[in-house]
């Protein structure tokens, strides 16, 4: 554990420029996509086991600090797959490790021009739900009841 | 690692390593890794850009997983990513953690975990009825 803080101290301290970059992000990115996976894949079985928690949990999804969450996992997912990508084609491709700086360049700008229209896209989705429901005199502020998906009920 | 200067010439060598667990899971992460490229960001894509969570019900799930197309396709991103993921957690508490017998029993567990997961799962979208929810 003392390790462990450590290593978050000195990752912040240290100078290691773009490789070092790389490495905190891959990693950060990878444990908030299996955080979310790991609720996701047992949530999602449960529309077989137990419909009714499933359909309430894809209503709860829409709730606003949610749905920017999905929003931070989509950078994440993005991400950590263009910069995994670099690191085996790295690993099989030892005659290019002098491109390496590039390389981590290259995978930011390539995420950061697909995520920034996807991210002004999702976001604007989650305002047009959001006044839409203003619209009818209710509110996405509102975590929904969970006996309103009792019709799911097995 | 040590060839990084400003040197334009770098020198590889190339051996051969015996198989074991760490090799393989060393190179499973590549290969799920690009299938997960394929798999994981497409279904980012199709999920979160051109459908949207805000449409989301289970009634669109049992739509879509009317088709054995779409429940192969997440079956097998479920078989790619539970793995890939709790073996990167693996490599990362590994490198906080040090204590032998502590890393076994991480190990042994997150193991169970996948297998439990990926059954649980597989099974929850294989026999998922869609024909209930239409």
């Not at chain 1, 390790?3 to 290691?16: D, K, N, P, V």
């Not at chain 1, 709730?63 to 797959?81: C, D, F, K, S």
Request: glycine residues 6%; positive net charge; aromatic residues 14%.
């Amino acid at each position: 554990m003392s390790s462990l803080i450590l290593t978050i101290r000195e990752s912040l301290r240290y100078r290691g420029r773009s490789g070092h970059v790389s490495w905190m992000a891959h990693r950060v990115s990878g444990i908030a996509i299996l955080t979310f996976l790991v609720i996701h894949v047992w949530d999602t079985a449960n529309a077989h086991f137990w419909p009714q928690a499933y359909a309430w949990s894809v209503a709860f999804f829409k709730y606003p600090l949610v749905a920017v969450g999905e929003l931070v996992i989509m950078a994440a997912v993005l991400y950590h797959a263009f910069n995994g990508i670099r690191i085996t084609i790295l690993d099989f491709k030892p005659e290019w490790w002098m491109h390496q700086q590039r390389s981590a360049t290259i995978v930011w700008a390539i995420f950061l021009v697909l995520f920034i229209p996807i991210a002004i896209y999702m976001f604007s989705g989650i305002v047009g739900h959001c006044s839409e429901l203003a619209a009818h005199g209710s509110t996405c502020w509102q975590i929904p009841p969970f006996s309103d998906f009792a019709k799911y009920a097995n | 690692m040590a060839a990084a200067t400003s040197s334009q010439k770098i020198t590889v060598r190339k051996f051969q390593v015996h198989s074991n667990f760490e090799r393989f899971a060393y190179l499973f992460m590549r290969m799920s890794g690009v299938g997960l490229l394929i798999l994981a960001v497409g279904h980012m894509l199709i999920q979160h850009v051109l459908n949207s969570s805000a449409n989301l019900t289970i009634e669109f799930v049992a739509a879509q997983w009317n088709s054995w197309g779409w429940k192969v396709y997440d079956i097998l991103l479920l078989w790619l990513a539970i793995p890939h993921g709790i073996n990167g957690l693996r490599n990362i508490l590994e490198d906080y953690i040090h204590n032998p017998t502590t890393v076994k029993l991480i190990n042994r567990l997150l193991a169970l975990f996948v297998v439990a997961t990926v059954i649980w799962a597989t099974i929850g979208m294989a026999l998922f009825d869609a024909s209930k929810f239409q």
